[in-house]
């Protein structure tokens, strides 16, 4: 059966026919049988900017798929500094499988609809679905890469390097359909200007000075200090290091 078959097939539930984490997500590995007993127990909302999703070291009762919008993961040190050591995008899977607690707390950084589920019906779920475990496992693994990514833009790359880098991150995920004959892209910020200087590990004015640069040199365009146009994908790719 083809995807576009699927997509209006009338045993796929209604909820799930246009979801993003359908097709792309952890539930394209489900069929409509199991998908239909998922939605009977998923509830879809929408949360503001700011709201926390998840809390450090609390309990794992619920999962979500995060349909629109960007979460920040953070990490708090005991003197209440606080760091952004992740993000996650539509249609990432939000919540840590297989485990009891959460590591780290997810808050929303922008406008962002989740369609959330309680864990006990997502393990029976990965039980009966070896997919829906690799499909778990799988997000895991990109997670692990972009943590090592990480690891070495803050260790070694200069402040434009890790803006560039950061715009690259965002071109990747916010337009999962890019291909090396798309030349440019158009998109808003999903993050505020002092989240991106703290994920990156530079000032709020170090960020916005970088920004200014890769402007000037006409890398990027930056509209109303939101959105950002990049009308050659590749020279942002090389500052970044092709990233």
């Not at 900017?49 to 708090?76: C, H, M, Q, R, W």
């Not at 993000?87 to 840590?96: I, K, M």
């Not at 779920?125 to 990514?149: F, I, W």
């Amino acid at each position: 059966m083809t995807e576009r078959q699927d997509i209006h097939n009338s045993s796929i539930p209604v909820l799930c026919k246009s979801c993003e984490a359908r097709h792309r997500g952890v539930c394209g590995a489900l069929n409509s049988d199991q998908l239909i007993y998922l939605s009977k127990h998923t509830h879809k909302g929408a949360v503001q900017p700011d709201t926390e999703l998840i809390a450090a070291d609390s309990k794992i009762e619920n999962y979500s798929n995060i349909i629109f919008g960007t979460v920040k993961l953070t990490k708090l040190m005991p003197d209440g500094r606080q760091q952004i050591v992740g993000l996650q995008f539509s249609p990432d899977f939000l919540g840590r499988p297989f485990r009891r607690e959460t590591g780290v707390s997810a808050e929303a950084a922008g406008p962002v609809s989740l369609c959330s589920f309680p864990k006990n019906i997502l393990e029976k779920l990965v039980k009966e679905s070896p997919e829906l475990e690799h499909r778990l496992h799988e997000q895991a693994l990109r997670e692990l890469d972009e943590a090592r990514d990480m690891m070495l833009m803050l260790g070694r790359m200069t402040a434009v390097e890790k803006v560039a880098t950061f715009l690259m991150l965002l071109v990747k995920h916010l337009d999962p359909e890019q291909d090396d004959d798309s030349n440019s892209i158009r998109f808003d910020l999903p993050l505020k200007r002092a989240d991106i200087a703290d994920f990156l590990g530079l000032t709020i004015e170090t960020v916005s000075r970088q920004m200014t640069k890769l402007r000037k040199a006409g890398v990027i365009d930056i509209e109303n200090n939101r959105t950002i146009n990049v009308p050659d994908i590749s020279r942002l790719s090389a500052i970044a290091g092709n990233f």
